[in-house]
């Protein structure tokens, strides 16, 4: 804002706003530090402490791994739930939503959406600890 003095009102002002923000963005990449890989040939032996200051808030590789194998396993567990269970978990979880507004967006009464996530909850939780019995498979249709 501080040059729209500058600003010709012949010219598309998107254009002249998307141009700043791009030299912006190039000049804040430049003023980056490069990273020296002689550091980690002079003895560095551990690559996450010496990329830890160059790395923006993003996981590295194997932690996004990771996060990708937990929820497959997630997605594959979800699966061994009854629909009923599994949506509303889904809508809770996944979508941030209260209770009430799971019961309204199922048509049920709230203390329903309560009984089903904590059941849901307890049958996730013998699923993943293999603890699961013949006498515990009862699963709401």
Do not use: C
């Not at 002249?16 to 002689?38: R, V």
């Not at 996730?124 to 019995?133: D, E, P, S, V």
């Amino acid at each position: 804002m501080k040059n729209i003095k500058k600003f010709d009102p012949e010219k598309n002002f998107k254009t002249w706003l998307l141009t700043i923000a791009k030299n912006t963005a190039l000049d804040s990449i430049k003023k980056k530090k490069a990273i020296l890989f002689s550091k980690i040939e002079e003895g560095e032996t551990d690559l996450d402490a010496f990329l830890a200051p160059y790395v923006e808030h993003a996981d590295l590789p194997d932690a996004l791994l990771q996060k990708k194998q937990t929820k497959a396993d997630l997605d594959r567990v979800l699966q061994e739930l009854s629909p009923s269970y599994r949506s509303v978990l889904l809508l809770r979880y996944t979508e941030h939503l209260k209770f009430r507004e799971i019961a309204e967006t199922l048509q049920e009464p709230i203390d329903t959406i309560k009984s089903k996530h904590r059941r849901a909850l307890i049958q996730l939780r013998k699923i993943l600890t293999g603890t699961q019995t013949s006498a515990d498979s009862y699963t709401e249709r």
